[in-house]
């Protein structure tokens, strides 16, 4: 399911299950910007000979460069305009490294309503892994439909 209109995508659409997923190689220029973009220069992520010091023995990818991923397949593959990222649980289960190969992956794990059904909401199961097929990231998200 890939989302590329304007047209807003129905929440009566989606089924428990239903999946979709994104696939980055991160790049040094990634993790610059990144660090730009931010304003997070942690040297563990930008200063090699530091990060050599620390306990993974090279520079490791910003945590939130794999929730980015998530944001784009939640967006521009599962769902599409009309929707609201509304939430993000995330636990960081290994480190990611500079051209690693991360593939966000979005599953549909439950749909509900609130205020008799005028709030749609979806929950979704939300796991990046890496070339190896490691979870790097684990999480759970919640979107609302407008």
């Not at 979709?20 to 220029?29: G, I, M, R, Y």
């Not at 200063?47 to 460069?65: I, L, S």
């Not at 960081?92 to 005028?118: Q, R, S």
Request: hydrophobic fraction near 40%; glycine fraction near 8%.
């Amino acid at each position: 399911m890939s989302h590329s209109n304007l047209e807003p995508v129905k929440y009566e659409d989606y089924s428990e299950g239903d999946s979709a997923s994104f696939t980055k190689t991160v790049t040094q220029a990634d993790v610059t910007l990144f660090a730009g973009i931010t304003g997070d220069f942690n040297p563990l992520h930008i200063n090699e000979e530091f990060a050599k010091t620390q306990m993974f023995g090279t520079r490791v990818v910003h945590g939130a460069f794999s929730e980015g991923l998530i944001s784009a397949v939640l967006g521009t593959k599962l769902f599409g305009p009309g929707i609201l990222y509304g939430s993000q649980k995330l636990m960081f289960k290994k480190p990611v490294y500079i051209n690693d190969t991360l593939t966000a992956v979005a599953t549909v794990a439950e749909k509900y309503t609130k205020k008799d059904g005028k709030l749609k909401f979806i929950k979704v199961d939300t796991k990046v892994y890496n070339q190896d097929d490691e979870v790097v990231t684990d999480g759970e998200a919640e979107i609302l439909f407008m």
